[in-house]
């Protein structure tokens, strides 16, 4: 079946480095797009990013993915980590269920 | 952007208890889902509906049941709640159209002792 994984559940990195979250899936769909959501302390999730195309780099609030389907990873990064980036992230898939196949999280923890 | 309601927020209730959550969403979108969030398992569908009147299994329905009334409002029901229940349980929808997006509600919060 589907399925998403996420190798790190936490991440620790110091303000001001790069950080950069592992993404890779299975599916036997033709997928349709991908999305990473960040979730704060005590919010909802949220969509960070969102990605169809292949090899195309995808940004928002500094943060970038670009989907690989040759490699099946969708890594999430960022140039210089900020106190505020700290919170939950999910990868995750749509294929053409309708459904979204969530991976299990990684927590990034940015400290001073 | 949506707009996706839960209520309540927080629930305690005690083992063997009938609790019933609720959602509703505005944005005329045509699919909602029902999550719940454990640490160490992630987010996990219980259960999601195409319209009024359907529903569809998710990945983790035992002890669930679901009933979309409206177009916007879709419910879950635990008829015999047990600890194991106790979680964050958020509601999403989506357009069913092209967007394949989420949006999802700010959650509730459900204790069983």
């Known amino acids: 079946g589907d399925s998403v994984t996420q190798t790190e559940g936490l991440v620790t990195v110091t303000e001001g480095l790069p950080v950069k979250l592992n993404c890779t899936y299975q599916?036997?769909?033709?997928?349709?797009?991908f999305f990473w959501y960040v979730q704060y302390l005590n919010e909802a999730p949220q969509v960070l990013l969102r990605s169809s195309t292949d090899n195309k780099r995808t940004e928002h609030q500094g943060f970038h993915a670009t989907l690989h389907k040759s490699s099946s990873s969708f890594h999430l990064q960022k140039s210089s980590a900020q106190l505020s980036d700290s919170a939950l992230y999910y990868c995750?898939?749509?294929?053409?269920?309708?459904?979204?196949?969530f991976g299990l999280g990684t927590t990034l923890q940015v400290q001073p | 952007e949506a707009a996706v309601t839960q209520s309540p927020r927080n629930k305690v209730t005690v083992t063997g208890g009938n609790v019933t959550l609720s959602c509703r969403q505005t944005n005329s979108h045509n699919y909602m889902y029902w999550y719940r969030q454990d640490t160490g398992h992630g987010l996990r569908l219980i259960h999601y509906?195409?319209?009024?009147?359907?529903?569809q299994i998710g990945d983790v329905p035992d002890g669930y049941k679901a009933t979309r009334t409206t177009q916007e409002d879709f419910f879950l029901l635990l008829e015999l709640a047990s600890p194991s229940q106790t979680s964050l349980y958020f509601c999403?929808?989506?357009?069913?159209?092209?967007?394949?997006?989420?949006?999802f509600g700010p959650g509730t919060r459900l204790t069983v002792l």
């Open positions: 509906s195409y319209g009024a009147g359907n529903l």
């Open positions: 995750a898939l749509a294929g053409n269920t309708r459904k979204l196949i």
């Open positions: 599916t036997t769909y033709l997928t349709i797009a």
């Open positions: 999403a929808s989506s357009s069913g159209t092209g967007v394949y997006e989420q949006y």
